[in-house]
């Protein structure tokens, strides 16, 4: 199909994620033809690195061959199959695998096709485990401020995010959002290095009051990625996790966008050293090739749905494509690969990388903080640095940063005026080093106006 028409129809037809569809009158959506590596390339063959992992999915590259193999290889077998009273070595091979990686306890795996999926099938999970083991006023959840879960209206309902959630606000469900770290702005005065996650007392306060209505505290275990990758430190969960112990309330941690060795650990939780009681991933799982979730679960709390038919104490949840194959077999090989490849040593020189930026984007007039976990990186731009003021959101920053990189050939996709690099985690340094050139040139010149 010519560019042309290609942009015709995808004017006429196409309705685009989280966007303002009018915004393509002056920038289109630009036309992929194929990608390879961390690069994307247009129909007219420029490219473009892939600085955002495609919305934080991509692990290993595009076009990646084991990937291909492990896709066409299941194809020939068998594509999809409904998953209730059947079941198939990838999703097995897959279930045990994840076990055996995750953080410990976690045993048993319930499938779903997307983040937002698996988050309400979480938070269904906790409130109907409540229910049914005499704990029937526990319906509430706790999340944080600025929080990130999905758009679903469960998911919508424990986020933090007001561009997301406001207009919304009368179809979602009534919770306890409380202050949740803030660590460029803390107002402790403590940095992340020297804090004892005072911000906490927030979290202590509302559950303490409220333990009994309470079913689930749900969080982005140590970043906050569509806040603009606010970063905290591992103590806060640590304190969550006893303060949940404590009071009797589930543990959630939603490791979509960080598991999978964002943060330079396979899951984020290990930094802390902490088990969630439910675990939900997705993104990466497959390498960033097909939609597939999954929520984890402790034995404990399967037990409770697990008894006769006529109790209807079964979790009556389903998708259509629960457990499909392809994106099963896509994950276990995902898996060889962390292993085979040793993934996670070969991010440690890149993670430094990272980390060497710091003070040359610092260093500029209107970057407020430079912060990194693993191979996460984000540059808030300010409008005045002492204050730490941000600029009006009106004024689209982190928009015009994203229009000039795309001009310079790499994909930075900001959040408000966040810029932030989280890329596959096999780009190279030489890669790493020309996206960070094109964001510090970008910056440079959306902030001079
Ligand atoms: N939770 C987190 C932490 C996420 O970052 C996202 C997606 N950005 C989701 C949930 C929702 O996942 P999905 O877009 O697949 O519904």
């Given at each position: 199909m010519e560019k042309a028409e290609l942009l015709r129809l995808d004017r006429r037809h196409v309705w685009h994620p989280c966007t303002q569809e009018k915004d393509h009158e002056a920038l289109p959506p630009i036309p992929i033809a194929r990608a390879e590596g961390v690069y994307l390339f247009d129909v007219d063959g420029k490219s473009y690195i892939d600085g955002v992992s495609s919305w934080w999915v991509n692990l290993f590259g595009h076009n990646h061959p084991r990937l291909n193999r492990a896709l066409g290889e299941q194809a020939g077998k068998v594509a999809h199959h409904i998953f209730a009273g059947f079941t198939h070595e990838p999703a097995v091979t897959l279930a045990a695998r994840l076990c055996e990686v995750a953080p410990p306890g976690l045993e048993k795996v319930f499938f779903t096709d997307n983040g937002s999926a698996a988050v309400e099938a979480a938070l269904k999970m906790s409130f109907q485990y409540w229910r049914q083991t005499g704990h029937a006023d526990k319906t509430r959840f706790v999340s944080i401020s600025e929080a990130y879960h999905g758009e679903t209206l469960g998911a919508l309902s424990v986020g933090g995010c007001g561009l997301y959630k406001d207009i919304y606000q009368p179809l979602l469900l009534d919770g306890f959002q409380v202050q949740g770290p803030d660590c460029y702005r803390c107002p402790y005065g403590r940095n992340r290095n020297n804090c004892d996650a005072e911000c906490f007392t927030a979290m202590e306060e509302t559950v303490a009051e409220h333990h009994r209505k309470i079913a689930a505290v749900i969080i982005e275990p140590l970043i906050q990625c569509a806040a603009g990758m606010r970063i905290y430190p591992p103590i806060y969960l640590k304190k969550l996790r006893e303060l949940c112990d404590r009071w009797q309330i589930h543990y959630i941690a939603d490791e979509i966008a960080v598991g999978f060795g964002r943060t330079g650990r396979l899951f984020a939780n290990e930094h802390a050293a902490v088990s969630p009681d439910l675990l939900c991933l997705s993104k990466g799982i497959t390498g960033g090739y097909m939609p597939l979730a999954v929520v984890l679960t402790g034995r404990n709390l399967y037990d409770a749905f697990y008894d006769d038919y006529s109790t209807l104490k079964a979790f009556l949840h389903s998708h259509s494509y629960s457990g499909n194959p392809l994106a099963c077999a896509l994950a276990c090989e995902v898996l060889n690969i962390f292993k085979e490849e040793r993934i996670l040593e070969g991010m440690v020189p890149k993670m430094a990388f990272l980390a060497s930026q710091k003070d040359r984007f610092e260093?500029?007039?209107?970057?407020g903080e430079f912060r990194q976990q693993g191979l996460v990186a984000a540059i808030e731009m300010v409008r005045d640095k002492t204050g730490k003021t941000p600029y009006p959101w009106q004024e689209r920053r982190g928009y015009a940063v994203y229009r000039r990189a795309l001009e310079k050939g790499a994909l930075l996709r900001p959040l408000g005026n966040v810029v932030y690099f989280m890329p596959p985690l096999t780009i190279e340094t030489l890669e790493l080093g020309q996206l960070a050139d094109v964001a510090y040139e970008a910056i440079v010149a959306v902030t001079a106006a």
């Open positions: 260093a500029l007039p209107q970057v």
